[in-house]
Structures are given as C-alpha cells and as structure tokens.
C-alpha cells in the first residue's frame, strides 16, 4: 500500500469520527428542544441527525474493512465495498424521508400549538455548523477520492437545509400566528423531498462506480501523458480505469515497435507500470498489453 494511499485512508477515517460525533451531539440538542419546543420540522431534523450517526458508522466500517490488503480470494482488494456501504446510507437517508413526509402529513391535517420561540435561537447555529460541516467533510472526500465520504458530507449539507427549512416553517409560523400552526410541518414536508433529491445524487455515482462506468477522463488523460514518457512506448490505444475503494485498476494497450523482442517488449511494459504506479501513487493494479506499431497497417 503506497503511503499517499495510506495517508488517505487515515484522513477518511478521521472525518468520519468527526461525523459522528458531531451528529449524535446535533441529533440530542434537535429531539431536547423539538420535543419541549413543540417543533416537529425540528424533530424531522433530529431524525435525520440520528439517521447520519448510523450512516456515518456504516461508512466507518466500511472504511476499516476496505483498508484490508488484497488476499487470495480478493485480490483487487475489498475496495467494491464502499460503494455497497453507500447504497445502504442511501437506503437510511430514503427511510428517514419517507418517516418524516408521512409524520408531517399528519400533522398538517391535526391542530397543535404553535412552536416555541426560542427553538430558532437554536437553529441558527445548527444551521451554520452543518454547512462548516459539509465544506469540511466534502473536501476531505475530494482530497481522498472517497465517494463514501462524499455521501457522508452532503448528509451534512441536507441537514443544513432541513434546518433552514425547519427556520423558515417555523417563523411563519410564529409571525402569522394562530391558523399557520402547520407551516412548521409543511418545512418538514419541504425537508423530506429535499433529502430525496440529494439521496439521488449521493447514489448515482456510486452506482456508476460499482458499474465500472467510464467516469475518469482526466486520471486518463494522465496515464497517456506518463505512459509515453518511458523508453520505448510510442504511444498509447485502449485505457480503461475502474475505482475500487481508494485505488484505480488499469487496463492500458501501449504501442512499442514492432520490430523487438518479446522480452523487449516484456521490459517495457514492466517499467511502464512501475513509472505509473509511480507518478500516480492512487493506481492500484495496472494491467499492460503490448501492441506493435504497424498492427493496424
């Protein structure tokens, strides 16, 4: 395992303590003052704080589990299993949509009282912490290529906007007073289909992952540019790259001359793998087929 590699598994691994931490601390201050508060858009909030802390441990796991090295019966790794764990977060966040749309439709249609005043003093500083959150989290999971800890930071930004969601129902309903009671239940609703939307985003491209979908045109475009700067490559043809877990697996076709050895041959390729296993620390397996140069004449 290269040490970039390393280095990334470890940083993704300290976001999600912080995930954690941050939203099991979030989820009790939400269900303290939504339930005293008489707030249910702050309770829908709550659910989907407590639904992150599962979530984030899921995604935990996965982490320590895909930072196993390759084995006889793996031997690409256990990296597949991230995009797994993100299509159960995915599953969690479409729970707890479905649990607070339906909660809030039948508030809407039953009278209650109006929320406390001081539940927005509350969230107002959830909000701004969420989005600090999410920027946090989000630019970890680019530096660590982690679409696990991608799906963990937008968990971050839907709380964010189901709290200003919750904001909003809320002081209308505390303007306007008697007979807008339900505009804090119509926030939740709002919050409901917004975690939806994001739960799309957050499973379309681990799907494309797990599919081996073609997504990868710039780490491309970088194989091709060191690929012909070794000794005796002449140029490139097919270049397929697959994600599994930190790592990206390569199938390349290089060009050479026709005109060598097959141990030639054999030598080149290997020291085209090592230099690109070497410039692009983030490759994983890479898989060489040597073509000649006049093979299409």
């Keep these: 395992m290269s040490q970039e590699i390393n280095i990334n598994q470890q940083t993704a691994i300290k976001t999600t303590y912080f995930s954690i931490i941050s939203n099991a601390l979030l989820a009790l201050v939400k269900w303290i003052f939504g339930y005293f508060g008489n707030s249910y858009a702050l309770i829908a909030d709550a659910i989907e704080s407590t639904t992150d802390i599962f979530s984030s441990l899921l995604i935990l796991i996965g ?59 509350i969230l107002a500083p959830l909000i701004i912490w969420k989005e600090v959150s999410f920027q946090l989290v989000m630019r970890k999971a680019k530096q660590t290529n982690s679409s696990s800890l991608k799906a963990d930071a937008w968990h971050h930004r839907s709380d964010a906007i189901t709290s200003v969601a919750a904001f909003i129902g809320i002081s209308i309903a505390l303007f306007f007073g008697k007979g807008y009671e339900s505009a804090d239940d119509w926030a939740a609703l709002f919050s409901s289909i917004f975690i939806l939307y994001n739960s799309y985003k957050i499973f379309r491209p681990a799907l494309g992952e797990i599919m081996d979908e073609n997504l990868y045109d710039d780490l491309i475009d970088d194989i091709r540019k060191v690929a012909v700067t070794v000794n005796g490559v002449i140029g490139t043809e097919k270049c397929f790259v697959r994600k599994s877990g930190f790592y990206y697996h390569v199938d390349l076709h290089a060009m050479v001359s026709a005109s060598i050895t097959v141990k030639q041959g054999h030598e080149i390729a290997h020291n085209l793998k090592n230099t690109l296993r070497k410039n692009i620390p983030q490759l994983g397996h890479v898989l060489i087929h040597v073509e000649p140069d006049d093979y299409n004449q």
């Design 63 to 121: 982490f320590k589990y895909t930072s196993r090295p390759a084995d006889k019966n793996h031997p690409y790794g256990h990296g597949r299993l991230e995009p797994l764990i993100t299509f159960i977060v995915v599953a969690f966040l479409v729970t707890s949509a479905t649990v607070i749309a339906y909660e809030s439709i039948v508030n809407i249609k039953a009278p209650h009282e109006l929320p406390k005043s001081y539940t927005l003093f």
